[in-house]
C-alpha cells in the first residue's frame, strides 16, 4: 500500500540558510508524489508534482524537489529560506483505488524561519 | 480562473447540533474531495465523488457524516449529530484527476463546544 512518512514534525533555520524537509515513500509500483504548502488559516497549495518525467522536479517559491528511487525518497529543498516561507508543509502519494485516484498525505512538517 | 470556494469559512455550534458545509470546485474538475484536518495532522480523506458518484467513502463516519454532490458540480457535507471530536477544519479540493495535483479551497473551521 502507497504512504508517505516525513521525517521531522518541525524544522526550524535561519533565513538565507538551506531548507531540506524529509518525505520517503513506500509504493509498490512508481508512485505520483507531490509536496503541498499550507499558510495559516489557508488552504493547501501544490509546490510541486513527480509524475515519472524528470527525477528533479522545480516547483513554485524556488523550491525543488528529487525523485530518488533507490532511496525511495522524495525530499524538499530551497537553497536560500526565506522569512516567507514560514508554514506546514506536506508530502503526499498518488493512490489507485477502483480505478480512481486519491492522495495520501503525510503528517506534515512545519518550518519556521529565524531572523 | 476562480478557486475553489468553500463557505462558511467559521463555525461554532454546540455538541448534538447539526451543521452544513458548501463547497463549489473549480469549473470542469470532476473529481471533489472532502478532508478532514484536525490541528497537527495532515488532512483525512473524508469522501472523493467523480463527477456525482462516490468514488471512496471508507472512512466517512456515515452514522454523524453525509456528503452529496448533486449535478456533478457544488457539494455539500453536513454532520448530524455533531461531537467535539469533530472540531477540525475542513477542506474541499478538486481536481481533472488526482495525478495532476487538487485544488484546495480556504476551508471552514469548525468547533464544537
Known amino acids: 500500500a502507497q504512504s508517505v512518512t516525513q521525517l521531522g514534525s518541525h524544522v526550524s533555520v535561519s533565513e538565507g540558510a538551506l531548507v531540506l524537509l524529509r518525505c520517503n515513500y513506500s509504493?509498490?509500483?512508481?508512485?505520483?508524489l507531490f509536496w503541498y504548502v499550507q499558510y495559516p488559516n489557508q488552504g493547501l497549495q501544490l509546490l510541486l508534482k513527480y509524475t515519472s518525467a524528470a527525477t528533479l522536479v522545480k516547483g513554485i517559491n524556488g523550491f525543488e524537489a528529487e525523485f530518488k528511487k533507490s532511496e525511495t525518497s522524495f525530499h524538499l529543498t530551497k537553497p536560500s529560506a526565506h522569512m516567507s516561507d514560514a508554514a506546514e508543509y506536506f508530502c503526499?502519494?498518488?493512490?489507485?483505488?477502483?480505478?480512481?485516484?486519491?492522495?495520501?498525505f503525510g503528517s506534515g512538517t512545519r518550518l519556521s524561519i529565524r531572523p | 480562473e476562480a478557486g475553489v470556494a468553500q463557505s462558511p469559512r467559521y463555525k461554532i455550534i454546540e455538541k448534538r447540533q447539526s451543521v452544513a458545509f458548501w463547497c463549489n470546485p473549480i469549473?470542469?474538475?470532476?473529481?471533489l474531495y472532502w478532508y478532514q484536518q484536525i490541528l497537527g495532522q495532515g488532512p483525512k480523506l473524508l469522501i472523493q465523488?467523480?463527477?456525482?458518484?462516490?468514488?471512496?467513502d471508507s472512512q466517512l463516519p456515515k452514522d454523524r457524516f453525509s456528503a452529496e454532490r448533486l449535478k456533478g458540480v457544488d457539494s455539500t457535507l453536513k454532520i448530524q449529530p455533531a461531537k467535539l471530536e469533530d472540531s477540525a477544519v475542513y477542506l474541499c479540493?478538486?481536481?481533472?484527476?488526482?495525478?495532476?495535483?487538487?485544488?484546495f479551497g480556504p476551508g471552514t473551521r469548525l468547533t464544537v463546544l
Open positions: 465523488f467523480q463527477n456525482n458518484g462516490v468514488v471512496d
Open positions: 479540493a478538486s481536481s481533472w484527476d488526482s495525478d495532476r495535483g487538487q485544488y
Open positions: 469549473s470542469g474538475h470532476a473529481t
Open positions: 503526499a502519494v498518488s493512490k489507485l483505488i477502483s480505478s480512481a485516484s486519491k492522495i495520501i
Open positions: 509504493s509498490s509500483v512508481p508512485p505520483y
